[in-house]
């Protein structure tokens, strides 16, 4: 059975950079079937997708996060991870990786989330 | 950026009866060359991560009831819980996978009267 995991840092200060990983296990990050990414979620509050990765890297980014976020993955390790930079408080929020099923047809090619890992909270506060 | 605008944001309905929710796109997600619809329906209890329940506007993920439904295309969907059990109050959340930016509604809240 597929699970994600979130680790990290649970406090942050403003101005630093968030850094997450999420291990994968009960099978391979190297697959062709899917893209694995980042969603958060600020207390409260809806749902907002950061950006996915592909495991040979290919990358897809939300426009208004784009200059601060990067996506990386390490497929010996079966983990991808998340860097945010210049934090501020609008930051705080549950962070959750997820896999999202990968189909060609249309635009993009990153569709639904089918497994999502418990989420870790990011506190950014001084 | 497709907005996404989910309607009511909270209802609360009584045991057995029907709860519907209203999903709109601020732009069709209908991909016309395989006429799919690219939107999910999540569900999220408190603490919990979402889950997914519905794909491709309409087709249930699995080990979800048969009493959760989806519908609707182009711009328009509804999630229909057609006999509410109690395990079903939750957070309800509607995404399109059409395009990046993938957005989110901004959730509607189901609780049991």
């Known amino acids: 059975q597929l699970q994600l995991q979130e680790s990290g840092p649970g406090l942050v200060k403003p101005s630093e950079t968030l850094s997450l990983t999420c291990t994968v296990s009960g099978g391979s990050i190297s697959t062709t079937t899917y893209y694995w990414g980042w969603i958060r979620q600020p207390p409260g509050k809806g749902l907002e997708w950061i950006g996915s990765?592909?495991?040979?890297?290919?990358?897809y980014y939300n426009p208004s996060l784009k200059s601060r976020v990067t996506i990386s993955v390490d497929t010996s390790k079966n983990q991808f991870s998340l860097k945010l930079s210049s934090v501020t408080a609008a930051d705080t929020a549950v962070y959750y990786c997820?896999?999202?099923?990968?189909?060609?047809?249309?635009?993009?090619?990153?569709?639904?989330?089918?497994?999502w890992g418990q989420g870790a909270l990011v506190t950014v506060s001084p | 950026d497709i907005v996404m605008t989910q309607s009511p944001d909270s209802l609360a309905v009584s045991l057995g009866e029907r709860a519907t929710i209203n999903c709109r796109s601020s732009?069709?997600?209908?991909?016309?060359?395989?006429?799919?619809?690219?939107l999910a329906w999540y569900q999220q209890k408190p603490g919990q991560p979402p889950k997914l329940l519905i794909y491709w506007a309409s087709t249930r993920e699995s080990g979800v009831p048969d009493r959760l439904s989806g519908s609707g295309s182009e711009t328009d969907f509804t999630l229909t819980i057609s006999s509410l059990q109690a395990e079903d109050a939750a957070v309800y959340y509607c995404q399109q996978y059409y395009t990046t930016p993938y957005t989110f509604g901004q959730g509607t809240k189901l609780e049991i009267k």
């Open positions: 997820a896999r999202h099923v990968q189909y060609a047809a249309g635009p993009g090619g990153i569709r639904y989330s089918d497994n």
């Open positions: 732009q069709s997600v209908l991909y016309s060359s395989n006429n799919q619809n690219y």
């Open positions: 990765i592909y495991y040979r890297g290919t990358t």
